[in-house]
């Protein structure tokens, strides 16, 4: 990054006591926020296993279960957060270049990114729950179906909500630094806060990057 | 002379006062004295059910009446044993207690990486703590699925299963708080001079702690999460009714209760070597080896978790590969042992009370070590599995292990703590009351373990004269163990009554933590950027 105010001589307003500068709290919350990154991946990694699992046993039920996810929709969310991702991305940009007016509309475009996917993701819950697609033991969908096909659905809903609350967060977490970026808080030596956020925010798109084409793209 | 007392007049206890001022504080040792009092109030919980079961089992007749109900009341209790002590004790105890207390301390810094998430993770502990309590006395059918949880049980069971399952969801994060922290802090707040190999062990071990809070416990999150969505939205991804797998619980369980056996020991390992060459007066012998062994066990104890599934229909070929892998994770264990051993070997040795902890951690801790390998064994785990062996094999990694470093740590770090001196006979009476109450409880469930007699059962045939003598043995041993905990904590407390004010290196020990004041002031060291001058251990 191309500073041009040597930041390890300068303690900006917001460095906490027991740091030396704002480098070392930089590096210390980059290598905190990236441990709690491996923690959600860890998380995340369970539901994963049991899709494995799942899907070793029940092959056909896991292809007939896709199916009856809309793919569309699935890639239009794709699409979604992936440029909430790069929205974000070069919002932090703007905030370490001292652009505050475009990183606040950046941020913001990034929240309506992460709501539209919200909205699209109430569309597709709200139509499997009119078919009776629930997961695991309420399942009651009346159509074609195979035999332990509600697994799948519990591993869909579980994988999915899991995400969507992960998203929920870290829509607030943008919120949160937008508000302080408004307010001024953030310049060229002091924006750990707006990068750490970033980096949640890039973990959640990159789950669903994970999720789309394993629950949606089965075939 | 007069500047020290001045300077000893101001520490962080009294430079603010209140119960806000403890509420809302960030600092270290603050929050580790919270920790330490909340899970040695955990330790006395889980105790009290032990001396329950140990009592009910001490005849074969029991204390409570022979009939189905009260079968479940037994189970109650050895579940909310296991429960307390794994989840509210020893996992926070040395980590989160005496960790939090010394780390900063012993980098030289003046507080960990993020006191707001310190905080945090003590608050998350209190929240996940109340959240157990509310499940054994807030009117639900109490929890009798053992600390295991396994289904189908655990799904079918009218118990108190998604609270108490909910509470050790949030400790979970507590310990994840903890571990980020820490890692976070020994990268990143080193003292000038500190390079990783001149780092006092127990940093090493807290580290590779660490690692594993951070990598395993999100793993029981989930596993946690997909039991209560198994109970309140039927799943069924463990539930075989449901076409799922109720083995794959035990592998995610195991997953993460494998490594957190060393997120139990890893810490305690950390203190015996502080101990042993502090008392020793000796450079420790094969510091590399010792710091090598800890990351060791921190990695191949991930690959392990198998072996607890040895007769759970896994299959053969993982049993194998499990076997093996749990053999290798033994050499690291051992290195150190024999490290300690060097260590003392033509040392000036001195018993002051942690010594004495610390030595019969060594017996205590090799005997649990070595029980584990027949366990590791294909063939002979057929045996022991699901018997008192394996309560014994536990009870002496992890009484004898983990709760008697940390009670070495207790008596080690106590001067610097409180600023108190305890008694010192005193406190070695109780060591000795403890060592023999403890080999008296647990030495004899190997004979009960080996003959058989299988465990969570709360009754047992009264024709085996074997088994009464053994049951009735370990009852007196427990009951004896009791006692002697009660001396040790008794003395400790007393000592903040006394004016034995404790000098700032009672021991003469070589790291930073002791060139502070003891207790510490506010930001620990008096200088801004405390500097290392001398390697550790480098006793002369
Ligand atoms: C030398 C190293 C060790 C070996 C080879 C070993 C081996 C084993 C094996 C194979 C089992 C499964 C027994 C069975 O269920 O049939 C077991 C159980 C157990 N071990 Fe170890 N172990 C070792 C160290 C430790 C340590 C350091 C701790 C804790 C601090 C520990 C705590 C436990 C616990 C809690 C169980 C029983 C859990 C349960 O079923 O409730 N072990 N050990
Ligand atoms: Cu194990």
Known sequence: MSSKVDTSKFIPRFVSHHFSNADQEFDSCKLGMWLFLLTEFMLFGGIFVAYVV?????????????????????????????????????????????????????????????????????????????????PGGFFS?????????????????????THVLHVIL????????????????????????????????????LIWIFLFPLLYLTK | MSTTTQQNDVNFYNCKKGFMSWAYTLDHKRIGIMYLVASCVALFAGGAFA??????????????????????????????HGVIMVFLFIIPAIPAAI???????????????????????????????????????????????????????????????????????????????????????????????????????????????????????????????????????????????????????????WFYSHPAVYIMILPGMGIISEVISCFSRKVIFGYKAIANSSIAIAVISFLVWGHH????????????????????????SAIKVFNWVATLHRASITFEAPMCYALSFLFLFTIGGLTGLPLATLSTDIVLHDTYYVVAHFHYVMFGGTVIAFFAGLHFYWPKM???????????????????????????????????????????????????????????????????????????????????????????????????????ILENFSEDVPVMKKAPYEYD
Request: with cysteine; charged share 10%; aromatic share 16%.
């Open chain 1, 54 to 134: 799942f899907r070793t046993w029940y092959p056909e039920t896991f292809e007939s279960g896709a199916e009856k996810l809309d793919w569309k929709m699935g890639a239009v969310n794709t699409v979604i957060l992936i440029t909430s991702s790069v929205t974000m991305a070069v919002a932090i940009r703007d905030v370490q270049l001292n652009k505050k007016g475009r990183a606040l509309a950046l941020m913001l475009i990034t929240v309506l990114c992460g709501m539209g996917f919200l909205v699209v993701k109430y569309f597709e819950y709200h139509h499997k729950f009119e078919l009776g697609i629930f």
């Open chain 1, 141 to 161: 969908f009346m159509g074609d179906h195979m035999s332990n096909e509600h697994l799948y659905f519990s591993i869909y809903f579980m994988a999915t909500a």
């Open chain 1, 170 to 205: 870290g829509l607030i977490a943008i919120l949160w630094v937008s508000w302080r970026t408004a307010k001024g808080e953030f310049y060229e030596a002091y924006y750990t806060p707006v990068e750490m956020v970033g980096l949640y925010w890039h973990l959640v798109d």
């Open chain 2, 51 to 80: 001396l329950m079961i140990r009592a009910q089992l001490a005849t074969p007749g029991g204390m409570l009446p022979m009939t189905p109900e009260y079968k479940d009341t037994y189970n109650m209790w050895f579940t909310l």
């Open chain 2, 99 to 253: 960790g939090n207390f010394i780390l900063p301390l012993m980098v030289g810094a003046k507080d960990v990486a993020f006191p707001r998430m310190n905080l945090a993770s003590f608050y998350l502990y209190v929240i996940g703590a109340s959240i157990a309590l509310y499940g054994i006395v807030g009117g639900e059918t109490p929890l009798t699925t053992g600390w295991t949880f396994y289904l189908p049980y655990s799904k079918e069971t009218a118990g108190a299963v998604i609270t108490m399952t909910f509470a050790a969801f949030v400790l979970g994060f507590s310990s994840i708080f903890t571990g980020i922290n820490f890692i976070v802090t020994i990268h990143k707040l080193r003292a000038p001079g500190m390079s990783w190999y001149k780092m006092p062990l127990l940093l090493w071990a807290l580290y590779a702690t660490s690692i594993l809070q951070v990598l395993a416990t999100p793993v029981l999150g989930i596993t946690l999460m997909l039991l209560i969505a198994e109970r309140t939205l039927q799943v069924g991804i463990f539930d075989p009714a449901l076409g799922g797998d109720p083995v794959l619980f035990q592998h995610f369980f």
């Open chain 2, 309 to 332: 599934m040895f007769l759970s229909g896994q299959s053969v070929y993982a049993g194998l590969v499990f076997s093996f892998l749990t053999f290798l994770v033994a050499i690291p």
């Open chain 2, 418 to 520: 409180v600023g108190k001196m305890y008694n010192e006979t005193v406190a070695k009476i109780a060591c000795l009351i403890v060592f023999i109450g403890f080999n008296v409880t647990f030495f004899s469930q190997f004979f009960l373990g080996y003959t058989g007699m299988p465990r969570r059962y709360f009754t047992y045939d009264s024709s085996n004269e074997l088994w009464s003598q053994m049951h009735g043995f370990s009852s007196i041993g427990a009951f004896i163990l009791g006692f002697g905990v009660l001396i040790l904590f008794s003395n400790l407390l007393a000592s903040l009554f006394s004016d034995r004010k404790a000098p700032n290196n009672p021991w003469g020990a070589t790291t930073m933590d002791w060139e502070t004041q003891s207790p510490p």
